[in-house]
């Protein structure tokens, strides 16, 4: 069993920053072997990819990511960051992190609420 914690989230300003984390423990001997990602998911829509990295580092973001959002990974300490700049109204929802494991093994957390308004 693997278990993800995400933390970072709250009430930000339109223009304000906010970094998530996603922790994992448990069953992760090989953290560094696995695709990390953050999605999110808006009151009422479909929950959406928002950025990955792959275990080589390669990354990729939704078009409404580019340019504002870095996600990173520390495989030392199990986690995996967004650091999201420039934020818009758009941009509230809730924000998860996954982690795939291989081709059928996959964790989600629990989610962080991220709000963005004046």
């Known amino acids: 069993q693997v278990q993800l914690v995400e933390s970072g989230g709250g009430l930000v300003q339109p223009g304000g920053s906010l970094r998530l984390s996603c922790a994992a423990s448990?069953?992760?001997?090989?953290?560094?072997?696995?695709?990390l990602g953050w999605y999110r998911q808006a009151p009422g829509k479909q929950r959406e990819l928002v950025a990955s990295?792959?275990?080589?580092?390669?990354?990729n973001y939704a078009d409404s990511a580019k340019g504002r959002f870095t996600i990173s990974r520390d495989n030392a300490k199990n986690t995996v960051h967004l650091q999201m700049n420039s934020l818009k109204p758009e941009d509230t929802a809730v924000y998860y992190c996954?982690?795939?494991?291989?081709?059928?093994?996959?964790?989600w957390g629990q989610g962080t609420q991220v709000t963005v308004s004046s």
């Open positions: 996954k982690v795939q494991n291989g081709i059928s093994e996959s964790y």
């Open positions: 448990g069953s992760i001997l090989y953290f560094y072997t696995m695709g």
């Open positions: 990295i792959t275990s080589s580092g390669s990354r």
